[in-house]
Nanobody, 115 residues
């Protein structure tokens, strides 16, 4: 059974850092690209960052230079380091992967950025 479990969300002040984690099971993690999405109520889910199996990364323009995606293959975990948070980063953040042709999502973790 494939599972993606996010953690690390919470309430933070503008300018503060926060790190999200997504621990996976049931997949060959080291061979899989991993992605972080976020969603605000009433809007479409937005791709924030992605990392390939060889650790090539790509970011949305809105987070470039502030967020860093990384992976630890020994722990089957992908991270999203978020620095210089802004109120517009407030959203539910989801971990995503595609395994054997099927999409899998985590349950989401809420990030709220407010004074």
């Amino acid at each position: 059974q494939v599972k993606l479990v996010e953690s690390g969300g919470g309430l933070d002040q503008p300018g503060s850092p926060l790190r999200l984690s997504c621990t996976t099971s049931g997949i060959n993690f080291r061979e899989n690209a991993m992605k972080w999405y976020r969603q605000v109520p009433g809007e479409q889910r937005e791709l924030v960052a992605e990392i390939t199996s060889d650790s090539t990364t790509n970011y949305a323009d809105s987070v470039k230079g502030r967020f860093t995606i990384s992976r630890d293959n020994a722990k089957n975990t992908v991270y999203l380091q978020m620095d210089s948070l802004k109120p517009e980063d407030t959203a539910v953040y989801y971990c995503y992967t595609n395994w054997k042709g099927r999409p899998y999502w985590g349950q989401g973790t809420q990030v709220t950025v407010a004074p």
